[in-house]
């Protein structure tokens, strides 16, 4: 039922599916969208692969947000769009309001009746099994004939559902701590470090278990399971972490300034925010520690700069790889190899993966590079090969000038690497030379290269 983590590919095309709906909020406080988009986040998660659903294989419906595509149409649409890709295991949410008589509320006074889901689904032709959570108040059964239910409901046909609008609803609210808790290294608000699910799979048996303990969490609701022509292999339902999951990087500048920290799984949703929320403050405060100066703006604004930063990993082969997907992440933490992040290596250099220097003395560097007469700051091969000559004469005339020949030396190794190394990268591109304030201490400063065209 579950498959096999893939270690060498994505997860597109795997036969999962899912339809996340959340309904109308007369309100306009969006708790329903919220529950929907987390419980998205956990069973298409890369970082832990509950249920590895293929982001590409996710149809969300949020009738909370403006469209001129007719409401119904949405919900049908997105059945027909899974049902074209071939899937054989439907996961259904919905969050929302729903009634008896009308069914799920998915606009000012518009409905969709349980029996139109039951349609939609019947008409799948390659959906063998349905996985489905429904948060809402008098949910009914869905009616498939020769597929296998599982259906877990927040409350019984004839009881309502109860949500707190800042906090959303207590029963999505414990689904997703089954799924995330341990992982995130968090607490049970009511059961504290006790709570858990043991083993390596999240099963039926086990997850309606977890709710059941939970009971006093959601208040008045009885939650209901409602299953149909399932065997053993069908009540597997997802991955179980048991235990914290964090991942370790070791942050540096150089051998004599470095920090190791961990990240938790759970905080690891967009590689990019990685770098420039997590990873580039600890760099800075290396930076701080090795230049003994502050930087000179706060560092939600100098995050935009984290792009200068590469996480490596080592091979066997002795040969480093520039990770940039969550998925290699994801592939080098699995294998054990220690995580670096540091500034990108110059001769790594390419489209989108800029470098960073820091100088000691950068603003005289930088108005040494001005005086060799070039009207703009993109450089083309031949004008930094050039620029590399003028510097190297300027630093065998200076006398005395220790601090400054350091960081001209440094900087002229930098652009001569990248004109040995990486000139074929230059061949119709221009590196972008820009020397960036980055402290209060004006000597000291960024020199940031990007490669344009």
């Not at 969208?33 to 890369?46: E, L, N, Y």
């Not at 009634?99 to 969709?112: P, R, S």
């Not at 470095?258 to 925010?273: M, Q």
């Not at 220097?357 to 930088?366: C, M, N």
Request: proline share 3%; net charge negative; hydrophobic share 40%.
């Amino acid at each position: 039922m579950l498959r096999v983590w893939p270690s060498d590919k994505t997860l597109d095309s795997d036969g999962w599916g899912a339809i996340l709906v959340a309904g109308y909020d007369v309100t306009g406080r969006e708790m329903f969208s919220k529950d929907v988009q987390q419980f998205g986040d956990v069973i298409t998660s890369t970082v832990l692969p509950t249920m590895c659903i293929s982001k590409s294989l996710c149809e969300y419906i949020d009738f909370n947000s403006p469209t001129t595509i007719p409401v119904a149409f949405r919900i049908e649409s997105a059945f027909e769009k899974l049902n074209a890709k071939g899937i054989h295991t439907l996961v259904f949410i919905y969050s929302g309001h729903h009634d008896t008589e009308t069914g799920f509320l998915i606009g000012k006074n518009e409905y969709f009746p349980t029996n139109k889901i039951n349609e939609c689904i019947q008409n799948m032709r390659g959906v063998k099994t349905v996985i489905a959570f429904l948060d809402c108040c008098q949910a009914k059964t869905i009616d498939v004939k020769d597929i296998c239910l599982i259906q877990f409901n927040a409350t019984g046909p004839n009881a309502v559902a109860i949500g707190l609008r800042d906090e959303g609803s207590y029963f999505t609210k414990y689904l997703l701590q089954a799924f995330t808790l341990k992982a995130s290294g968090a607490q049970c608000s009511q059961c504290g470090s006790k709570c858990k699910l043991d083993g390596d799979f999240i099963t039926l048996g086990n997850l309606w278990t977890y709710i059941g303990n939970h009971r006093s969490g959601l208040k008045s609701m009885e939650p209901h399971l409602n299953t149909k022509n399932i065997e053993w292999r069908t009540t597997y339902l997802a991955y179980n972490y048991a235990s914290k999951v964090e991942f370790p990087f070791e942050v540096s500048i150089d051998e004599s300034f470095s920090k190791s920290i961990n990240i938790l799984a759970s905080g690891l949703k967009d590689f990019e925010a990685l770098k420039s929320q997590q990873l580039f403050p600890v760099l800075v405060d290396l930076l701080t520690e090795k230049f003994q100066c502050k930087p000179k703006e706060p560092i939600t604004l100098l995050s935009k700069y984290a792009n200068i930063l590469s996480i490596e990993v080592d091979f066997a082969s002795r040969n480093t790889d520039d990770i940039d997907t969550m998925e290699k992440l994801v592939m080098a933490w699995n294998s054990k190899r220690l995580l670096r992040c540091k500034p990108r290596l110059c001769t790594r250099i390419d489209n989108g993966k800029p470098v960073g220097l820091f100088l000691k003395q950068g603003k005289l560097v930088a108005k040494m590079v001005s005086e060799i007469g070039y009207t703009t700051n993109a450089y083309t091969f031949p004008e930094l090969v050039r620029l590399v000559q003028f510097l190297e004469e300027e630093e065998d005339a200076l006398q005395n000038q220790e601090l400054l020949d350091s960081s001209l030396g440094e900087f002229i190794d930098a652009i001569s690497n990248i004109t040995k190394k990486a000139s074929e990268k230059l061949t119709e591109k221009r590196i972008h030379i820009n020397f960036i304030d980055f402290f209060v201490d004006k000597s000291v400063c960024l020199v940031h290269l990007e490669l344009q065209d």
